[in-house]
Nanobody, 128 residues
């Protein structure tokens, strides 16, 4: 099973950009569907984006579609979340997620309890 470590969070003004990275340990990274979820204070963890093992067919939450881009580099065991045109409502702790034997589409609708592996989280704060 992989272990995940996020980096790249921080404070940014509205309209700005950030890129989150999630580095995975283990030799089986290529076999995992990877995703990003987020959790704001007082709210439930919600799906943000997911990408299949091959890096094709990304899925996005409607709230981030057109602004966020998920990508992966299987040679580096890393998945990225490029976040552009950030809004104050994007403020949350962002979690990298992994699960094998699933698809990006399935990850987009599964409850957080369906995710097999979580990272520790990266805080993103967007000021107005």
């Amino acid at each position: 099973q992989v272990q995940l470590v996020e980096s790249g969070g921080g404070l940014v003004q509205a309209g700005g950009s950030l890129r989150l990275s999630c580095a995975a340990s283990g030799r089986t990274f290529f076999s995992y569907t990877m995703g990003w979820f987020r959790q704001a204070p007082g709210k439930e963890r919600e799906f943000v984006a997911a990408l299949s093992m091959s890096g094709s067919s990304p899925y996005y939450a409607d709230s981030v579609k057109g602004r966020f881009t998920i990508s992966r580099d299987n040679a580096k065991n890393t998945v990225y979340l490029q976040m552009n045109s950030l809004k104050p409502e994007d403020t949350a702790n962002y979690y990298c997620a992994a699960r094998s034997l699933t698809t990006a589409q399935a990850m987009s609708i599964m409850p957080p309890s369906g995710v097999a592996v979580w990272g520790q989280g990266a805080q993103v704060t967007v000021s107005s």
